[in-house]
């Protein structure tokens, strides 16, 4: 059976895993999108060149306590050819990562391209995907290793062109080239598709559902109105949330259906208020997609 999945993101740094943990239980979520990259310090987990495996085991035992999984993970993310990283040290990070998955119990690893820094629409786009295809492909190893599959994200860039941030297609912002860059990349591949960043992109969103097919294994569902990444929750933007699900449903998804929605602004007090609400909506889609 599919699990409603919620990710961590915007309360652990703030609440704990402890309290964080409790919280996604009691609310009734079978799974959780676990973060790899604590935002005030992205490498925390993953810095040094051993990983801290028991930290995460005790993780998934802690998650388990609390009634639910951790259905896949997000790398660490914000990389660019041209701001000092090396392919050598991006990969490393990469690899921690996918063991640090397999350690949560998880098979499936979020990741996001590195990106040049002004590769917007097509100004250096093959060259910027042929980068990519190297680094994920040494990665492919790893992957194996672990049982992980690393799930390639649509994506934006932003750019301040006349002094306003402004977010524009890049590498990944099509479900075409994510098909072309899973199909080449092979079996340890697929698409985790983001809802939000297909908004700001423009994309046909169940259009690029269908096109994804079978490639597309997890979700990334938020909404925004279509200017800014503000993963708000379900039906309080412009996604058509109930048309992707028809268009899920077609293709015969079976992967979890996960929100990742930021509660970065919303006091503990009211988190359980909005994660009943997003439950529900989950659970509305799981009928849609189980043909109840």
Same mark, same amino acid.
């Given at each position: 059976?599919?699990?409603?999945?919620?990710?961590?993101?915007?309360?652990?740094?703030?609440?704990?895993?402890?309290?964080?943990?409790?919280?996604?239980?009691?609310?009734?979520?079978?799974?959780?999108?676990?973060?790899?990259?604590?935002?005030?310090?992205?490498?925390?987990?993953?810095?040094?060149?051993?990983?801290?495996?028991?930290?995460?085991?005790?993780?998934?035992?802690?998650?388990?306590?609390?009634?639910?999984?951790?259905?896949?993970?997000?790398?660490?993310?914000?990389?660019? !050819?041209?701001?000092?990283?090396?392919?050598?040290?991006?990969?490393?990070?990469?690899?921690?990562?996918?063991?640090?998955?397999? !350690?949560?119990?998880?098979?499936?690893?979020?990741?996001?391209?590195?990106?040049? !820094?002004? +590769?917007?629409?097509?100004?250096?786009?093959?060259? +910027?995907?042929?980068?990519?295809?190297?680094?994920?492909?040494?990665?492919?190893?790893?992957?194996?290793? +672990?049982?992980?599959?690393?799930?390639?994200?649509?994506?934006?860039?932003?750019?301040?062109?006349?002094?306003?941030?402004?977010?524009?297609?890049?590498?990944?912002?099509?479900?075409?080239?994510?098909?072309?860059?899973?199909?080449?990349?092979?079996?340890?591949?697929?698409? +985790?598709?983001?809802?939000?960043?297909?908004?700001?992109?423009? !994309?046909?969103?169940?259009?690029?559902?269908?096109?994804?097919?079978?490639?597309?294994?997890?979700?990334?569902?938020?909404?925004?109105?279509?200017?800014?990444?503000?993963?708000?929750?379900?039906?309080?933007?412009?996604?058509?949330?109930?048309?992707?699900?028809?268009?899920?449903?077609?293709?015969?998804?079976?992967?979890?259906?996960?929100?990742?929605?930021?509660?970065?602004?919303?006091?503990?007090?009211?988190?359980?208020?909005?994660?009943?609400?997003?439950?529900?909506?989950?659970?509305?889609?799981?009928?849609?997609?189980?043909?109840?």
């Amino acid at each position: 059976m599919r699990k409603i999945s919620v990710s961590g993101y915007g309360y652990i740094e703030r609440l704990g895993y402890d309290r964080s943990f409790a919280l996604i239980g009691k609310a009734g979520f079978e799974a959780m999108d676990f973060p790899l990259y604590p935002e005030k310090n992205r490498l925390a987990f993953l810095s040094g060149e051993q990983l801290n495996a028991p930290f995460f085991s005790d993780l998934k035992k802690k998650a388990a306590a609390n009634g639910f999984s951790i259905g896949q993970t997000h790398a660490p993310f914000g990389y660019r !050819e041209d701001d000092g990283s090396t392919l050598d040290g991006i990969l490393g990070i990469y690899e921690r990562a996918a063991i640090a998955t397999a !350690e949560l119990g998880a098979d499936k690893m979020v990741v996001h391209p590195i990106k040049f !820094e002004n +590769c917007v629409g097509d100004y250096r786009r093959e060259e +910027c995907f042929e980068l990519n295809l190297r680094l994920f492909e040494r990665l492919a190893p790893t992957l194996e290793k +672990c049982g992980v599959t690393a799930l390639l994200e649509n994506m934006f860039i932003a750019q301040k062109p006349d002094g306003f941030k402004r977010l524009y297609p890049t590498i990944y912002s099509t479900a075409a080239e994510l098909a072309r860059a899973a199909d080449a990349l092979g079996p340890s591949f697929g698409v +985790c598709f983001d809802s939000g960043h297909a908004l700001i992109t423009k !994309e046909d969103i169940p259009a690029a559902c269908r096109l994804l097919g079978k490639r597309l294994l997890a979700l990334h569902l938020h909404d925004n109105t279509g200017d800014r990444d503000d993963h708000l929750i379900p039906y309080f933007g412009k996604v058509p949330f109930d048309a992707m699900v028809e268009a899920l449903k077609e293709i015969g998804y079976g992967g979890n259906v996960n929100f990742e929605v930021h509660f970065g602004n919303v006091p503990e007090a009211h988190i359980p208020t909005v994660f009943s609400y997003i439950y529900e909506v989950g659970a509305a889609f799981r009928r849609v997609l189980d043909g109840e």
